[in-house]
């Protein structure tokens, strides 16, 4: 039985923006992770701290921490078979 590479695969990435957590949430709740994951739905979200989305074949949060002059964003992204 060969088993699919793809499945439950888990992505993370973080960097740190020169934006306000405000700015982030504006853009997150615009549709922005329409832009890199096509027909996301915003599935739970906790205000300026995280937000969960699901898309065909992938979910995933991101999450904002204050951080010196900026805010770390976290995007987590699980492929699903």
């Known amino acids: ?5 793809l499945a439950m695969a888990t992505i ?10 405000t700015e982030l949430w504006s853009d997150l709740e615009s549709g922005r ?3 890199f994951f ?3 739905v915003v599935t739970e979200s906790d205000f300026e ?12 949060s991101v999450r904002l921490e204050a951080s ?4 770390k964003v976290t995007l987590t992204a699980e ?3």
């Open 1 to 5: 039985m060969d088993a699919n590479p």
């Open 33 to 35: 992770l329409c832009d």
């Open 12 to 21: 993370e990435v973080s960097r740190t923006l020169i934006k306000s957590a």
């Open 49 to 60: 701290r995280r937000l969960s989305w699901e898309a065909e074949g992938v979910s995933g």
């Open 68 to 71: 010196g002059f900026g805010t």
């Open 79 to 81: 492929a699903s078979g």
């Open 38 to 40: 096509e027909g996301a």
